[in-house]
């Protein structure tokens, strides 16, 4: 069972999350927040697998709580629930070891996707919302894409499809289904695919997977 923490200020968005969610058997909402503060607070009782936060929240705001969760309960991956309003934090999330981001407008789908990838040690993080991770981070996307080629050129033909999968979304499980391997080996692929990069975490890589095009637009 995937333990989720939901956190967001407003009581209907939290329903309707809450509600997709509890189609899947085997995702449970083990606490819900009003607030970043009252997030934390609960992550550390409750220890969850995921934490969904919405980066506007008050007392604490969600890319502070997401800092303090990664402090306090480093097991908890945290998954940034945006709008298409919220690109001006999007640089400031990936700094903060954030493990994706998902459109409260997205397709149910891609929560449910998103929530099971990240509790698998992937990353979240649909096309649709790749595209505007990258256009935020600014630069000419023809030589951001160039650059992002030329740096994942030192890779390995099996650890560029590792990258390309988890680009694509899918958990170190589905990954290593699809490949036929043991799910440590993409473990180690990633591990040292981050390392040689110099990447912080798994979504900076899905990041640039996107930008290097290893990972098709829908």
């Known amino acids: 069972m995937i333990k989720v923490l939901l956190a967001d200020d407003e009581t209907m968005i939290r329903a309707g999350v809450r509600a997709i969610l509890a189609t899947d058997p085997g995702i449970e909402v083990v606490a819900e927040a009003g607030d970043g503060r009252e997030a934390v607070e609960l992550a550390r009782e409750h220890r969850p697998d ?35 309003s919220e690109d001006a934090f999007v640089a400031r999330a990936l700094g903060c070891g954030v493990s994706g981001f998902l459109l409260k407008s997205g397709d149910p789908r891609e929560l449910i996707a998103g929530v099971r990838a990240v509790a698998g040690g992937g990353a979240a993080l649909s096309p649709s919302v790749a595209r505007r991770v990258i256009d935020t981070l600014g630069g000419e996307r023809f030589a951001r894409a160039a650059r992002a080629r030329a740096r994942l050129e030192p890779l390995t033909g099996r650890e560029r499809e ?14 290593a289904e699809r490949l036929y391997v043991v799910e440590g080996t993409v473990k180690a692929h990633v591990s040292a695919v981050l390392g040689r990069l110099g990447l912080r975490n798994r979504v900076q890589l899905a990041v640039l997977a996107h930008e290097a095009g290893l990972v098709p637009d829908a």
């Open 50 to 84: 995921v934490a969904l936060l919405d980066i506007r929240m008050p007392r604490l705001d969600g890319l502070d709580a997401a800092e303090e969760l990664r402090r306090v309960v480093p097991e908890t991956a945290v998954v940034m629930l945006t709008t298409f």
């Open 162 to 175: 590792v990258v390309a999968l988890l680009g694509a979304g899918l958990s170190n499980q589905e990954i």
